[in-house]
């Protein structure tokens, strides 16, 4: 057995231990099939808001509405930023809202903005749009896919939250792929319709039928204390706001959005600074899906075993690694590491990031609270393709950049290693 000076001793995989661990990942699995099912298909179904959907359309969007690069990049920074704005205050709904109604509300929704999209006759109805795909996709569906898994469990609150995070690779493998698909066949517009279709005939039955009944988690973690405010029941989000911990956070929760948004953006200038077919690029998603999913797995029985708090300093590490890379590579086999290191911090971002707020705050006002933090993730996404097409087009390489975003990121997790005490390790 080999111990380690911050999470403790490794444990020993005897053939026992593996088939032990086995029976109870399947015992698990079935018990809470229905939640956990319905928390993969709103991650899942937030891929209609997301940038890497999105990004799908830019093109024959731009066309026939004749917009230029920074006019469609303004477009979706807009109404990003007004997305990310309102969830602020639609955020706490999760907390006194019934799941079964909210989560119906939020998909029929996203079916009907889908729609107006594909019906879109003037370029003055884009913001709008947009704010209505990212505030009822990225920013709704994801808020309620982590917020209420999060409060439905609490000793095994890392594995249902990295069962619930597989929608998101989920959905970047196979939702890009049928848009391609059906943009090919049916032209940009009729995609989008056929999006809606997939969210009113297949997501609204299945969240009617998965949300019948809650189920209420253990009063306590096991191994994992609650997080207790100074109001009984845990943190307000005005308690939260004014504690320490919560703003030695933020400044790095905003650092995945802003540079994966970035990557997945400009695809195409990316490919070519560097010399790769646009095709290995696209190519390279499927890895990053991949180890996004066994990054996720992997952390959420981190979180279990260790906490969320132990693993702060060290899960940004991978990102920080990836731009350098990215930076200063050149060969396919770069590219590839790249993407390896990006799927190792987004699996784990995408489990870690509703985890620790329930552990430092607990899950009586997770949802007013997880919201602010949403919120600035998503503004990360926001301004993230906005600063950069603006360097690019300063003349600033994305390289350089690359560099910046790797030093700022190397940076954040010095400050969570050397402020360890303000998050109670």
Known sequence: MVASPVFGPAPELSPDVVSKTLRAARAFLTENARWLAAGFLLAFGSSFGQTFFIAIFAEPIRTDFSLSYGEWGAIYMVGTLASAALLVWAGPLVDSVSPRWLTLAATLSLAGVCVLTALAWSVWMLPLLVFGLRFFGQGVMSHLSQTLTAKRFAATRGRALATASLGYPAGEALIPLTAVAAIAALGWRPAWLLA?????????????????????????????????????????????????????????????????????????????????????????????AVVSVLAGL???????????????????????????????????????????????????????????????????HLGAIKSVAHAIMVLGSAVGPGVAGALLDLGVPFADQCLAMATYVALVSALWATRRRDLKF
């Open 298 to 364: 992997a952390t959420g029985w981190a979180i279990d075993r260790f906490s969320a708090r132990a693993l702060v300093p060290v899960y940004q590490l991978p990102l920080a690694l990836g731009v350098l890379t990215l930076s200063t590579g050149e060969s396919t086999e770069a590219m590839m590491s790249a993407m390896v290191l990006f799927g190792i911090s987004a699996g784990a971002t995408a489990t870690l990031h509703t985890a620790i707020w329930a552990e430092l705050f607990g899950n009586r």
């Open 196 to 288: 809606a279709a997939m969210l009113f005939f297949a997501f609204t039955p299945a969240f009617w039928v998965l949300l019948r009944r809650e189920r209420t988690p253990p009063t306590a973690m096991q191994g994992v204390s609650e997080g207790v405010g100074p109001t009984s029941g845990g943190w307000t989000r005005r308690e939260a706001l004014r504690s320490r911990a919560f703003w030695v956070l933020a400044p790095g929760f905003v650092a995945p959005s802003y540079i994966l948004t970035i990557v997945f953006f400009f695809p195409a200038h990316i490919a070519a600074s560097k010399g790769w077919p646009l095709a290995d690029w696209a190519a390279s998603y499927a890895i990053y």
